[in-house]
């Protein structure tokens, strides 16, 4: 069902639930109980099911609980590195 705003002009802004087509544009306001009008509010679309939002909702929860990898480096990862050239006055140059 949808949200539907409301806007009380002597408190603020609430929220009520009603069924498609089935909101007034007048609604008494649930503190105060003044005549409130409908507000226009912009709609809340969700993509929850598309890859670019569990990207971004990857990213930005991995901003405050960064993901922990623990246990040893695989086997093998001390490679020796092919030399370029074959010229000795090559490996008496400095390295980056």
Known sequence: M???EYRCPE???FEAIFPMGAASDLQPCPTCGQ???RKMSAPNLSKTGSAAFKLID???RSASEPQVLTGALPPGSHRKVQAYTSNPLHSKLPRP
């Open 58 to 60: 990857s990213a930005h």
């Open 11 to 13: 408190c603020s802004i």
């Open 2 to 4: 949808p949200i539907y």
């Open 35 to 37: 005549t409130s009008r």
